[in-house]
């Protein structure tokens, strides 16, 4: 893959959370790095999405150094940074503060294991992080400290964090745990919930993960 063809995967990544509705104005990010890991691509800062081309997208090496782009990296360059630093099975992180997720967050409570759907994609809770400034790399060590692996974390009144091996999965990932926060957030004012036992929710994961079907087992998409 060309560096050209990675922003344009990258835009269009950024442009799928705005249509899904995961984003508003110019909050919110997507990144990927390279195949060789020595560079990401990731979202100019302030620009709304609506008015984002190909050549808008920041390259920026793994020590913060832009590398080709004529705007500033968004603010949570350093957080995403971090992560892959740490994190070599992650090619895509994607931030949101996505409406109900990020309720969660503004709670500091995680999302509870409470569906077979949050056990499929998620393996259990989707976990609440600490508190972590923006701008310097404090996120991107707490999201690896406290995400175990699940693919989504959210950071205690801040927001939503997703990772994915390809941006796709780090897409899907941030729309799948919108949706399941909706509804366990509109289950809650039902009364209080009953999270599944751990032997259940371990056997759907397990099920999603290897026995769903071949779309499951080699895109992770769901059928």
């Not at 997208?57 to 913060?64: C, E, F, K, W």
């Amino acid at each position: 893959m060309t560096l050209r063809q990675l922003r344009e995967e990258v835009l269009e990544g950024n442009l799928a959370l705005a249509r899904a509705g995961l984003v508003a104005w110019t909050g919110g990010n997507l990144s990927a790095i390279t195949p060789d890991r020595d560079a990401i691509v990731i979202k100019p800062s302030g620009v709304r999405y609506e008015h984002m081309g190909v050549d808008d997208l920041v390259v920026v090496a793994l020590d913060g150094t832009v590398v080709e782009g004529h705007r500033g990296p968004s603010s949570d360059t350093a957080s995403h940074l971090a992560v892959y630093a740490r994190r070599p099975d992650v090619g895509s992180v994607v931030h949101t503060h996505s409406r109900y997720a990020t309720a969660f967050a503004a709670a500091g409570r995680p999302i509870p294991c409470v569906l077979t759907a949050v056990a499929d994609e998620f393996g259990g809770d989707v976990p609440c992080g600490g508190y972590a400034s923006i701008g310097g790399e404090e996120i991107g060590r707490e999201i690896v400290a406290s995400i175990g692996s699940s693919p989504a974390i959210l950071l205690k009144q801040h927001g939503v964090f997703t990772l994915g091996a390809t941006i796709e999965a780090a897409l899907k990932a941030a729309v799948m745990v919108e949706d399941i926060a909706a509804t366990v957030h509109a289950a809650l004012a039902l009364g209080p919930l009953e999270r599944l036992p751990d032997a259940e929710i371990a056997a759907n994961h397990d099920r999603y993960l290897h026995r769903y079907g071949t779309a499951a087992a080699s895109t992770g998409v769901r059928s």
